[in-house]
């Protein structure tokens, strides 16, 4: 009797263990990529001349916006770790600011980066914002469509990457039956058939609060 009382005992510790597992940080590494982030956002202000405004301006958009969203971001991952998805759309634009300053001179279009990594975090904080429970831990399920036709792939990244020559996403299916899930930000897709290739469009991924999250795109077909 004994026996069994303790086998019982190991196999609901076993479970706790396991069930609870999803809800808890397994490292620092959030709290790395933000530290990363503003730190990467004090050099770049360095490097930003006092008579460029529009870039200033924003620069300090984007540092507002920080200092409304990486305080909820740390309290919900707390209380439920962020996944990874959601850690690599944060990666990527800690990456993009990061690119931004070491690379400076070079790049033309400061102000569309600076404005889409913006869009992204207030995407972020209105879906924190709009959860009944204030968590970062809302899906999206993304269905895509084109146009005109069918059969087109849909590929995508993250909407500061436009300038970079990467696939970051692929659904797994072409239209007009594809979908993805996606955390909340803002995001650029595309479609492809053998040869033919759409104009990338920019699309905001936000949350509502509902208990079942879903957006239907329409995507313009390549001629």
């Known amino acids: 009797m004994k026996k069994i009382y303790t086998f019982k005992l190991t196999v609901f510790m ?3 263990v396991s069930a ?24 770049l202000k360095v490097k930003i001349p006092t008579t460029d405004k529009n ?18 971001l740390r309290k919900c991952n707390e209380k439920y770790a962020l996944t990874k998805p959601y850690m690599a759309t944060l990666e990527g ?6 690119r931004l300053h070491k690379d ?10 600076l404005s889409a990594i913006h869009l992204d975090y207030d ?13 970062a831990t809302t899906k999206i399920i ?33 239209t007009q039956n594809a979908s993805q899930e996606f955390v909340p930000g803002y995001y650029l897709f595309w479609l492809e058939k053998e040869n033919r290739i759409s104009e990338p469009e920019l699309h905001l991924i936000v949350g509502s609060g509902k208990e079942k999250e879903e957006k239907k795109l329409v995507l313009k077909t390549p001629k």
């Open 14 to 16: 076993l479970f706790f």
């Open 20 to 43: 609870c597992g999803t809800y808890t940080p397994k490292s620092n590494h959030l709290s790395a990529v933000l530290s990363n982030t503003q730190q990467a956002m004090t050099d």
């Open 55 to 72: 870039l200033l301006d924003a620069h300090q958009t984007l540092e507002q916006k920080i200092k409304e969203l990486f305080p909820l």
């Open 93 to 98: 634009a800690e990456k993009s600011l990061t």
């Open 104 to 113: 400076f001179d070079n790049v033309e279009d400061k102000i569309s980066i």
């Open 123 to 135: 995407a972020k904080l209105k879906s924190i914002q709009n959860n009944p429970r204030n968590e």
């Open 142 to 174: 993304v269905t895509v469509d084109s146009s005109e036709d069918e059969g087109f792939f849909v590929f995508g990244k993250l909407s500061f990457e436009q300038g970079l020559n990467i696939k970051r996403f692929r659904f797994n299916r072409p």
